[in-house]
């Protein structure tokens, strides 16, 4: 079922929750609902704490490796990171996550992972995105190398497919979202690119940062396209929005709540209601894959 996935974006090494459409080239253009005097490694200890796992700690351009290996640390075998990751550093963030043995789980952590059956995420993993699509076009040969880079194993790698908006489709954004790629996700976009990872994050970058609602119709035409595990993040207000995700999605997409995050200086939701979301009855393990009907 439904999921609340917790996330870390960083920009300058600090956490940082922004508004999409403001992160480019030009530091005068960046919005900002949120500057923590907190390291990544603090919240990536409360996720750990929460028994929290399959968040992503985003990169948002250079300088903010050390914060990412912070972040890693303190929850080793518990996060996904993306942001620059190409074939040569591909296998080496993934050993600098998986280096240290995880720590014994927190009390905290078999409530909050009552639904852990229904969790079945190979971590640390990689996300990829922009590497893939030299000068805005689709690779598969960097995809494929990649993939060899980390032995193979798709169950260690994350596509990113998050978009903007064209009419009345979507097309992959990359380059901190303000290049639009030549790829649309559609149904066959996606049966071309599962074979080759073990889940997607999609973030709606036309409405990240702006808690004005989450993009309905983009839910629901992943919760039918994908057939392995999909988080969607952007313009999510609250606790009501896993809600909202799971009847659009019947379950099938996850879903991540940054700004309205009361640990990011939001009053949408508190990290402890997150975690009671999926820990609910409701929640309770389901198959992956639902039927549909028309």
Request: hydrophobic share 40%.
């Amino acid at each position: 079922m439904t999921r609340f996935r917790p996330c870390i974006d960083l920009h300058n090494n600090q956490v940082k929750q922004i508004i999409g459409g403001t992160l480019t080239a030009n530091s005068a253009d960046l919005e900002t609902n949120f500057i923590s005097p907190h390291p990544a490694s603090h919240f990536a200890r409360l996720y750990r704490d929460a028994g929290l796992v399959g968040g992503h700690v985003i990169m948002l351009g250079p300088g903010s490796e050390e914060a990412a290996k912070a972040a890693l640390s303190a929850w080793p075998s518990g996060l996904q990171l993306g942001g620059g990751i190409n074939e040569q550093n591909a296998a080496d963030w993934l050993s600098f996550g998986a280096e240290k043995a995880s720590p014994p789980a927190p009390a905290s952590a078999s409530q909050h992972n009552k639904q852990g059956a229904d969790i079945c995420i190979s971590l640390p993993q990689v996300i990829l995105t922009s590497y893939l699509f030299p000068a805005g076009s689709f690779s598969m040969d960097r995809l494929q190398a990649v993939l060899a880079a980390v032995g193979g194993d798709k169950e260690k790698v994350v596509l990113d497919l998050s978009c903007r908006r064209r009419g009345g489709s979507w097309f992959v954004a990359m380059d901190k979202w303000q290049t639009v790629t030549d790829m649309e996700i559609t149904l066959a976009t996606i049966q071309l690119l599962e074979p080759f990872c073990s889940e997607f994050l999609v973030h709606a970058a036309d409405h990240e940062g702006l808690q004005a609602g989450i993009d309905e119709a983009l839910v629901r035409q992943l919760s039918r396209w994908c057939s392995i595990p999909v988080t969607y993040a952007g313009g999510a207000k609250g606790v009501a929005d896993l809600s909202r995700v799971r009847e659009l999605s019947k379950g099938a997409v996850d879903l991540t709540i940054g700004s309205a995050l009361d640990i990011f200086g939001g009053s949408g939701a508190t990290l402890q209601e997150c975690c009671d979301w999926n820990n609910s009855d409701e929640n309770l393990p389901n198959p992956l894959k639902r039927m549909w009907e028309d």
